[in-house]
């Protein structure tokens, strides 16, 4: 009788383990369930972005030694990267070429058409002014980034 008794209460304290273990697992499912938020921004945000305009890292850093030691106008690192401050530079360049918008580093219409109009005065260029970076206008541009002097 001992046996049976101690049987039924193994099997009895199994059953509640069991049923225990399956609760605190559904639990932790539901619990781990990620809710969704909405992301914020509640700080200003810059213009970061980096286009080189289809040329390499050495053409980039071409322009930007240009820029900084040629003309004067950038004060950046030659990191081989054109970002906000390359193309303010370049802005600043293309004003004689044309551009006349804001000094913002963004690569827009207006700063494509101007620099356009530098690479055709340069003889790079043939196609049409149109602010559109297309192939003719960064086949332009890396050829013209690479005859500038780098000394």
Not at 30 to 53: G, K, Y
Not at 96 to 109: F, K, L, M, P, Q
């Amino acid at each position: 009788m001992r046996s049976n008794t101690v049987r039924a209460f193994a099997s009895i304290a199994a059953l509640l383990g069991i049923t225990a273990g399956t609760l605190a697992v559904s639990g932790t499912a539901v619990a781990a369930t990620p809710e969704r938020h909405r992301n914020v921004i509640s700080e200003p945000v810059t213009v970061a972005e980096v286009n080189n305009l289809g040329l390499s890292t050495s053409q980039a850093k071409q322009v930007q030694f240009y820029l900084r030691y040629y003309i004067g106008y950038y004060s950046g690192t030659i990191d081989g990267l054109l970002g906000t401050e390359s193309w303010k530079a370049m802005q600043r360049m293309l004003r004689a070429y044309g551009y006349s918008g804001a000094i913002d580093g963004i690569v827009g219409t207006g700063t494509i058409k101007a620099l356009q109009q530098l690479l055709r005065s340069e003889g790079f260029y043939s196609g049409a002014i149109d602010g559109i970076a297309g192939s003719g206008t960064r086949a332009a541009f890396a050829a013209w980034a690479s005859q500038l002097p780098m000394d």
